[in-house]
């Protein structure tokens, strides 16, 4: 089982930018689906952006297309999510995800998470 560990969460003015990133222990990841997930205070997680276990796949919430970019190294266990323009409502606390090789949207390994707070 993937253990991981995110970094690279903080404060930003609203415009700015941040890149996530994301460890991953473990034989397993390059078979895995990969996402980035977020909880705002007082509010469900949802899903932000999945990419598939060889990166053909991509997928984006609406909320974030244009702005947001994932990508992954398998080489190096690690996957990314660049944060571009930055908006006040994208503060919370973003988690890094790991599945199978199927669908992209399903996740039984979560890290423990980073907080992005971003000021307007």
């Known amino acids: 089982q993937a253990q991981l560990v995110e970094s690279g969460g903080g ?4 415009g700015g930018s941040l890149r996530l990133s994301c460890a991953a222990s473990g034989r397993t990841f390059s078979s895995s689906n990969m996402g980035w997930f977020r909880r705002a ?45 930055l ?14 090789r199927g669908n992209l949207y399903e996740y039984d390994r979560w890290g423990q998470g980073t907080q992005v707070t971003v000021s307007s």
């Open 11 to 14: 404060l930003v003015q609203a």
């Open 41 to 85: 205070p007082g509010k469900e997680r949802e899903f932000v952006a999945a990419i598939s276990w060889g990166g053909a796949r991509i997928s984006y919430a609406d909320s974030v297309k244009g702005r947001f970019t994932i990508s992954r190294d398998n080489a190096k266990n690690m996957v990314y999510l660049q944060m571009n323009s």
């Open 87 to 100: 908006k006040p409502e994208d503060t919370a606390v973003y988690y890094c995800a790991a599945g199978g």
